[in-house]
């Protein structure tokens, strides 16, 4: 009550309130853009003016603490508020009307507005306790997917004037595409909606899968099913609501993300699934690395492996398989320990020996079933040669030979340049051989053609190598080489038997050595005499003779080219004997003569101190240590 009064006196007016009425409504609405008129009549005193007195009315927008300049008026030259300016205006007489036309109405116009009244000099009045309100809304109707096609109506009254005026279109309402839906279908099986925004499907190989895409949009959209980055079917450029893929046989490499997406001019949708496709173990295979090899031989079932004796070997068993498979190794049906438990695929058989033959199995299983492997592991080995040893028979010689290896090996025999294969018998020389397991035996009788320096050669050969060793006729101290084979005969051997001498000449030292320090002399039977009983010991050794050219060279040193072949003479070993404290003669008639021939003579002894073990003096006539050996 004391506010309108201070206004009015505010504002000049200082009449009873009760003679000033205003009929306006409280709340007015129109939309943003649109116009809309606010019908207002007013009722002032009939004192302080006559009836040609002008009247003039004013609207505000109510702010506080003040009023600002008017939003409309109908006085010549007041000033109005520029934001309503040509927007705002009063109609109808003004004497008796305060209506108010409000065009293109927009969103900032939304306030609480009073009128206020002048005419003569009394009536001057604001009409504060009348008020209406504003308020400007957006566009309130939006056309949704489902109003596609239909009538949409716009009228406008005019209730004050009793006028009208309405407009009817048809809808065309587009939008990009939504409630895109992923079904699936299985054999006589429903669609299906799987859940979640990337939804995980199992299925297990070999069934059959149906995708189902559907998509709501205007225009239809475009759709395409994609796997991983690759693009596996589309609809009609002119768009679809489906499309549909077809596994009719799902196999393993089917597995990964599907994407569905659904595109047209307004804007694009996609949703994906993730496909595990299960299946059992298959595609067993086994890699192998020998030795240090780099590269991997892979192996199918019941492949044969052939490993060299001692060398390293490992086994890599690999599996297709979904869940994965667990492995596992086997040797003879009996588990092994995986050589890495945290990789129970690897089994690694370091210095591979003959027991380590067998078959060996490699497992592979999960839940939806197993599969084997296995593979038949050989060791394999080149010819170690034994011999060739040599002895006199009657009045010829008896020369054998013997040689391990896997497979067995087979044995020949060269006498001088020529080649003696398999079983042989004639007058001048017989052949005979044998074999059990890995072991292979021959033996050669010469019976005539005997010369010195005549070479025997035994070769022992299979498919993972070959070793030959060489037996040399030598003269006895008369320079000839007699049929008798008399005690001037001696024959070279294989670096097998040179080896076995070494042994017998150092032991022999070692013991000697000590027994000239005052060691208490040892018995007769002692180690040294179990090794010598094998050896005949013939005193008063002649010169011996060894084929070399020029000047003497290392034993380690091959002997020149006689026609063998070159597999055979690989590995060929050969025995030249050296001098070692000899008590005879170092030279002979015929050792001068073969030096003259440009063949150097070599005579090789080795002495052994002491009494035979079956003698219990030494021999009339003979040097204390004894010479010359022929073995047997």
């Not at 505000?60 to 000033?79: C, H, I």
Request: hydrophobic residues 35%.
């Amino acid at each position: 009550m004391f506010l309108p009064l201070f206004l009015a006196m505010l504002w000049g007016g200082s009449q009873a309130l009760d003679s000033f009425k205003l009929q306006v409504q409280e709340f007015v609405m129109v939309q943003e853009g649109l116009c809309v008129v606010v019908p207002c009549s007013v009722f002032y005193p009939s004192r302080g003016w006559s009836p040609t007195t002008p009247a003039y009315g004013f609207w505000f927008r109510d702010k506080t603490p003040k009023p600002s300049l008017p939003v409309a008026t109908n006085k010549p030259g007041q000033e109005v508020d520029t934001d309503t300016q040509g927007r705002f205006q009063l109609l109808g007489d003004p004497s008796q009307s305060c209506s108010l036309l409000i065009r293109e109405a927009h969103l900032e116009d939304s306030a609480l507005y009073f009128f206020r009244f002048e005419r003569g000099d009394y009536v001057k009045y604001n009409f504060m306790e009348y008020k209406f309100y504003l308020e400007v809304t957006e566009l309130t109707f939006t056309p949704r997917p489902q109003d596609h096609n239909t009538e949409l109506t716009c009228r406008v009254d005019f209730s004050g004037e009793g006028v009208s005026a309405e407009n009817t279109v048809r809808l065309s309402v587009a939008y990009a595409p939504k409630d895109l839906v992923i079904s699936i279908s299985h054999t006589d099986e429903p669609a299906l909606e799987p859940e979640g925004e990337s939804p995980h499907l199992e299925v297990q190989k070999g069934q059959s899968l149906r995708l189902l895409c559907t998509a709501d949009s205007l225009p239809l959209a475009t759709l395409s099913w994609t796997l991983q980055d690759r693009v596996l079917s589309w609809s009609h450029p002119l768009g679809s609501t489906a499309l549909e893929l077809a596994l009719p046989r799902v196999k393993a490499e089917d597995a990964g993300r599907y994407t569905c997406r659904a595109e047209n001019r307004l804007g694009f949708l996609s949703r994906s699934l993730d496909l595990s496709v299960q299946y059992a173990p298959e595609n067993l295979k086994v890699m192998v690395l020998k030795a240090n090899r780099t590269a991997l031989e892979n192996l199918e079932s019941g492949a044969s492996l052939q490993v060299l004796e001692g060398q390293s070997l490992r086994l890599l068993c690999v599996a297709h398989s979904n869940p994965p498979a667990r492995l596992s190794w086997a040797r003879q049906g009996r588990t092994v320990s995986p050589s890495q438990p945290s990789d129970p695929g690897v089994l690694e058989l370091p210095q591979i020996q003959t027991e380590q033959e067998g078959e060996f199995t490699c497992r592979a299983q999960n839940l939806l079933g197993s599969q084997n492997i296995s593979l038949s592991l050989s060791v394999v080995s080149p010819p170690q040669l034994l011999g060739p040893s040599c002895s006199q028979e009657d009045e010829g010689l008896r020369c054998s030979c013997s040689s391990r290896a896997r497979p067995a090996p087979s044995l020949r025999w060269r006498l001088g340049e020529g080649l003696l294969e398999g079983e042989l018998s004639n007058a001048s020389f017989e052949v005979a051989s044998s074999s059990a397991g890995p072991w292979a035996n021959s033996s050669l009788s010469l019976r005539e053609g005997l010369s010195s320096g005549l070479r025997l050669s035994c070769e022992a050969l299979n498919g993972h190598g070959a070793q030959s060793g060489s037996v040399l006729l030598l003269p006895d101290e008369k320079g000839l080489a007699s049929g008798a084979f008399s005690s001037g005969i001696s024959l070279g051997t294989g670096v097998t038997t040179l080896l076995f001498l070494c042994f017998i000449l150092i032991l022999v030292r070692t013991l000697r050595k000590k027994r000239t320090q005052g060691e208490a002399p040892r018995s007769r039977f002692s180690r040294r005499s179990t090794i010598l009983d094998y050896i005949n010991v013939i005193p008063k050794a002649g010169p011996l003779v060894s084929k070399q050219k020029a000047k003497p060279s290392s034993p380690s040193q091959p002997p020149p080219p006689d026609g063998h072949s070159t597999e055979a003479r690989k590995n060929q070993k050969e025995l030249h004997l050296v001098s070692h404290n000899c008590p005879g003669p170092k030279s002979s008639p015929q050792a001068s003569e073969a030096e003259n021939n440009q063949e150097e003579l070599h005579y090789a002894v080795l002495n052994f101190p002491g009494l035979r073990p079956w003698e219990t003096q030494r021999p009339e006539g003979t040097h204390p240590e004894y010479a010359e050996i022929q073995f047997h």
